[in-house]
């Protein structure tokens, strides 16, 4: 499995966040995959899983990739089981199968939970990364969607296996989590995994069907399992935004996100929220929707199919700093520190790398999704402000 690390090498202090590297470092990625329509449709999954083959993973080498499969009808790759969801290790050459499980519910957080535990108890090491492979449909929407059960993973969910996994034996911070997924890189999201790992990679806009580009980046990781996530990240951004750079895909956005630096996010923000509530209790909602629609939502791009109410959090301080001017600017402050890398296609402007809901009354269909909202209350004057926005909106 790992290569045992000698006691008599000479140790290097490689720290990430409070976790002291060895000199040979190990690193476990486990990517969770809910392969879904993206899959069966486009042999989106398949194409992922290639590139990670052909990455060149050694049998016994100082990284594993961990890999549960399953949320679809059909696989395009073959040995691979339909409707069945299976445990993987990449090998230099195939897949080597660790488990069937039979047919689980992807969209319930006990599945993710049992692959978290089984992950961390049989490929322990020095770093672990996570990565939520499917369809994503914001902070309210949630991410990797089972396609038979249609049932789909919510911010609590995820926040509930994590917590979970975060009293095994052997666990600590992930390095990263990422989210291949559509519109996942929220304020939010960020709250949620803010206890669980020192950096956010994910994408404020839609992703085109087949996502990152493991080739691009997962070598890197193989030669180097002690790269910081930040030399990491910047290669996960640049190698995705290069994938498209001569394809019809105009919207690619990726973005590093340092959560440990998300505090004073979330101070101005809840600041801003406060003096938004008392501009509404004196004046109503009329002028903050009407700036609202000034704002261009993510998730609206040409033929992506996904709705979502996500903006830009530098045009949210932008638009509503007026009711809040100090806040505003201690925001815009913060989130130069908070996003650390951000690319996104050369067409596309006005792109900070970390959006926020704000509800419009274009999206009706969508508020159903608010009961899944911040349910714990990680940013409980924002979460009334959205939620009170919403309920005015919808009565229009």
Same mark, same amino acid.
């Given at each position: 499995?790992?290569?045992?690390?000698?006691?008599?090498?000479?140790?290097?202090?490689?720290?990430?966040?409070?976790?002291? $590297?060895?000199?040979?470092?190990?690193?476990?990625?486990?990517?969770?995959?809910?392969?879904?329509?993206?899959?069966?449709?486009?042999?989106?999954?398949?194409?992922?899983?290639?590139?990670?083959?052909?990455?060149?993973?050694?049998?016994?080498?100082?990284?594993?990739?961990?890999?549960?499969?399953?949320?679809?009808?059909?696989? &395009?790759?073959?040995?691979?089981?339909?409707?069945?969801?299976?445990?993987?290790?990449?090998?230099?050459?195939? $897949?080597?199968?660790?488990?069937?499980?039979?047919?689980?519910?992807?969209?319930?957080?006990?599945?993710?939970?049992?692959?978290?535990?089984?992950?961390?108890?049989?490929?322990?090491?020095?770093?672990?990364?996570?990565?939520?492979?499917?369809?994503?449909?914001?902070?309210?929407?949630?991410?990797?969607?089972?396609?038979?059960?249609?049932?789909? $993973?919510?911010?609590?969910?995820?926040?509930?296996?994590?917590?979970?996994?975060?009293? /095994?034996?052997?666990?600590?911070?992930?390095?990263?989590?990422?989210?291949?997924? %559509?519109?996942?890189?929220?304020?939010?999201?960020?709250?949620?995994?803010? @206890?669980?790992?020192?950096?956010?990679?994910?994408?404020?806009?839609?992703?085109?069907?087949?996502?990152?580009?493991?080739?691009?980046?997962?070598?890197?990781?193989?030669?180097?399992?002690?790269?910081?996530?930040?030399?990491?990240?910047?290669?996960?951004?640049?190698?995705?935004?290069?994938?498209?750079?001569?394809?019809?895909?105009?919207?690619? %956005?990726?973005?590093?996100?340092?959560?440990?630096?998300?505090?004073?996010?979330?101070?101005?923000?809840?600041?801003?929220?406060?003096?938004?509530?008392?501009?509404?209790?004196?004046?109503?909602?009329?002028?903050?929707?009407?700036? &609202?629609?000034?704002?261009?939502?993510?998730?609206?791009?040409?033929?992506?199919? =996904? $709705?979502?109410?996500?903006?830009?959090?530098?045009?949210? /301080?932008?638009?509503?700093?007026?009711?809040? @001017?100090?806040?505003?600017?201690?925001?815009?402050?913060?989130?130069?520190?908070?996003?650390?890398?951000?690319?996104?296609?050369?067409?596309?402007?006005?792109?900070?790398?970390?959006?926020?809901?704000?509800? =419009?009354?274009?999206? &009706?269909?969508?508020?159903?999704?608010?009961?899944?909202?911040? =349910?714990?209350?990680?940013?409980?004057?924002?979460?009334?402000?959205?939620?009170?926005?919403?309920?005015?909106?919808?009565?229009?």
């Amino acid at each position: 499995m790992k290569k045992a690390v000698s006691l008599i090498l000479a140790l290097t202090l490689l720290c990430v966040g409070s976790f002291a $590297l060895s000199a040979n470092p190990t690193f476990t990625l486990m990517i969770y995959m809910c392969a879904g329509d993206l899959e069966y449709i486009s042999g989106a999954a398949t194409q992922d899983l290639n590139e990670m083959i052909q990455s060149r993973i050694p049998e016994d080498g100082d990284v594993t990739v961990y890999i549960q499969t399953g949320g679809t009808k059909e696989w &395009r790759m073959p040995g691979l089981t339909n409707r069945q969801a299976e445990r993987w290790v990449v090998g230099s050459e195939e $897949l080597r199968l660790v488990e069937s499980l039979g047919w689980v519910d992807m969209g319930k957080k006990g599945t993710l939970e049992g692959f978290l535990l089984a992950g961390l108890r049989d490929y322990p090491a020095d770093r672990y990364g996570l990565i939520l492979w499917d369809h994503g449909f914001g902070p309210a929407g949630g991410v990797c969607q089972d396609e038979i059960s249609r049932n789909i $993973l919510h911010l609590e969910d995820i926040f509930g296996a994590l917590e979970t996994a975060s009293h /095994a034996e052997g666990y600590h911070k992930f390095a990263f989590i990422g989210l291949d997924a %559509c519109l996942m890189a929220a304020y939010e999201t960020a709250c949620y995994l803010q @206890p669980f790992a020192d950096y956010m990679i994910a994408s404020v806009e839609s992703e085109p069907a087949g996502g990152w580009s493991y080739g691009g980046w997962l070598p890197a990781l193989v030669q180097n399992p002690g790269i910081s996530v930040v030399e990491l990240g910047t290669l996960i951004v640049d190698s995705y935004i290069s994938a498209y750079a001569d394809s019809p895909v105009t919207y690619a %956005c990726l973005s590093v996100a340092d959560l440990h630096q998300l505090d004073p996010v979330r101070d101005a923000l809840e600041g801003m929220a406060a003096s938004l509530h008392q501009e509404v209790e004196q004046n109503g909602t009329e002028e903050i929707l009407r700036t &609202r629609r000034r704002i261009r939502s993510f998730g609206r791009v040409a033929n992506a199919g =996904t $709705l979502c109410d996500t903006i830009d959090m530098l045009a949210y /301080a932008d638009a509503f700093g007026q009711y809040d @001017p100090e806040n505003a600017g201690q925001l815009r402050n913060a989130l130069d520190k908070v996003v650390i890398y951000n690319g996104h296609h050369e067409s596309i402007t006005g792109v900070s790398g970390l959006s926020v809901l704000f509800p =419009t009354n274009l999206w &009706r269909s969508r508020y159903s999704d608010l009961v899944f909202y911040d =349910t714990m209350r990680l940013s409980p004057a924002y979460c009334e402000l959205v939620l009170r926005i919403a309920g005015e909106a919808d009565g229009e």
